[in-house]
């Protein structure tokens, strides 16, 4: 159905995996397309509870944009690619579900900017992340100067854009830019029995703490406290609470419908 992107979903856990190996997973115009295709699906899908993102191959993740077609854009292209990726992965983001990057490998330029629009980040042992833009004469425009420093700190987040270096999976580690580093070998296996965790947890609560957590980014900390206070609320209402406290109290495990 796809020429980029292989989806496949067991049980209630989606897996989508960029599929050019052959251009070590560059993102093209074409792969845009289909992963907005692919979004409509994935945000219809009310049994889906968690969505995991990766390479195929064992070179890359996502490493950067088409160079080819980089040729090709001038002032006004420009913009429309940058807006138009900044909000498919603005979308990515905010899904109803916690996204979680299984980074096997180089995770560059707009690579990079996926896997910061994931919500979690597992490294392969052999990834390597780098924002290289400057070397080519322009900057990150798929979200990185955003979400890089939120992420690791203004100083980190501008040597990495200055520079253009790469750094590896344990630097990525130390400076808060992924959550694990596993053996590449392992990768998977680790990224699913994150996903099975999380896809275990009441579905309605999952989504409105992932909301609440993703918001703390945004406007100030009375705000921020405010939306709290309504989805703790919102939280209050629903059957997986009552379900949740009752299997608690019995000392059972729960049966969450995401009601």
Do not use: W
Not at 25 to 47: C, G, M, R, Y
Not at 107 to 113: D, F, Q
Not at 116 to 125: Q, V
Not at 204 to 211: G, M, N, P, S, T
């Amino acid at each position: 159905m796809y020429k980029t992107l292989i989806y496949e979903k067991s049980d209630n856990i989606g897996v989508l995996t960029v599929n050019r190996p052959d251009k070590l997973n560059a993102l093209s115009n074409e792969l845009t397309e289909e992963l907005l295709q692919i979004l409509d699906t994935v945000e219809k899908d009310v049994d889906l509870r968690v969505l995991v993102i990766t390479g195929a191959g064992d070179k890359a993740f996502v490493a950067g944009a088409d160079i080819k077609e980089l040729v090709e854009r001038d002032a006004v292209m420009g913009r429309d690619v940058s807006r138009s990726r900044q909000a498919l992965f603005a979308r990515i983001e905010n899904l109803p579900v916690p996204v979680i990057a299984a980074v096997n490998g180089y995770a560059l330029g707009g690579g990079l900017e996926l896997a910061l629009a994931c919500n979690i980040r597992i490294a392969s042992e052999k990834a390597q992340f780098g924002a290289p833009e400057v070397k080519l004469g322009i900057i990150p425009g798929d979200g990185g100067t955003q979400r890089l420093p939120r992420l690791v700190g203004l100083g980190r987040a501008m040597e990495m854009v200055l520079t253009g270096d790469f750094i590896d999976a344990l630097e990525a580690h130390r400076i808060g830019l992924v959550n694990r580093v596993v053996p590449h070998e392992e990768l998977m296996e680790n990224v699913m029995a994150l996903a099975k965790k999380i896809a275990s947890r009441p579905p309605l609560a999952v989504q409105y703490a992932k909301e609440a957590v993703n918001r703390s980014q945004e406007g100030d900390t009375a705000s921020g406290y405010e939306l709290e206070s309504y989805l703790h609320a919102l939280a209050c209402t629903t059957e997986d609470k009552t379900e949740g406290v009752a299997a608690f109290l019995e000392k059972r495990k729960g049966d969450f419908k995401g009601k």
